[in-house]
């Protein structure tokens, strides 16, 4: 079957780093999304990596290993409204988007 | 201002009863999405269409039903059928299966 594996919480410090990260096992590979979702809100796109290595995007950035099947979000200078759920989304041979069950993140002051 | 937009924001139904969901796009994409979101789990595909007159089963598509008879517009009837309706309902649209998918606001249903 198809399975994507994010850790269910985090909790980080403003001001901090922190970096979540998610595997996968699907029926092919065809892009990996980060979703950003505020509780009760829609979730809003924050990056897409299709080949190997990081895709650099302000305060976030987000690293592909296809060979591993691994992935990880990274967020620095963490502000209090990056507290949120980040979903992890597969497209696979079908170009159908598998998705994680999310990693809800706290921020604390 | 291009968008997606979904109403109600919340909706009850009662037992035995169908209810609509609505889903608009200005955005010009060709693919509409239904997805349900519940606690704990990951978005779950309900129905996708890739073009006017034309849309497919998801994963869990067993009582609902969809229409795509204009471009602009994807409405989701949750049926007396789904015995578990109470979710979270999103619908999304993109250019087209390769690209990438952007999110309505969403709509609560409840039963009453």
């Avoid at chain 1, 897409?48 to 987000?62: I, M, T």
Wanted: charged share 20%; hydrophobic share 30%; with cysteine.
């Amino acid at each position: 079957g198809q399975n994507i594996d994010q850790p269910t919480e985090m909790t980080a410090t403003e001001g901090a780093i922190v970096q979540i990260n998610c595997t996968y096992q699907t029926s092919g590979f065809n892009g990996l999304f980060w979703y950003q979702q505020h509780a009760g809100e829609a979730p809003t796109f924050l990056s897409y990596n299709v080949l190997d290595g990081l895709e650099e995007k302000g305060r976030f950035s987000s690293f592909l290993s296809r060979s591993k099947g691994y992935s990880y979000l990274l967020l620095k200078e963490l502000q209090m409204k990056d507290s949120a759920s980040y979903l992890c989304a597969v497209r696979d041979s079908n170009y159908q988007l598998i998705w994680g069950a999310g990693t809800k993140l706290i921020i604390k002051p | 201002d291009g968008g997606i937009t979904q109403s109600p924001k919340y909706l009850f139904r009662k037992e035995g009863q169908n209810v609509t969901l609505s889903c608009e796009q200005n955005l010009n994409h060709d693919a509409m999405y239904w997805y349900r979101q519940d606690p704990g789990q990951g978005l779950r595909l309900i129905y996708y269409s890739q073009i006017v007159n034309d849309f497919q089963k998801g994963d869990i598509a067993e009582g609902y039903s969809v229409s795509r008879e204009k471009k602009e517009s994807f409405p989701l009837t949750v049926t007396s059928a789904q015995k578990n309706p109470t979710a979270f309902y999103l619908c999304a649209s993109g250019e087209g299966d390769a690209e990438t998918q952007y999110f309505g606001p969403g709509t609560r249903l409840l039963v009453l």
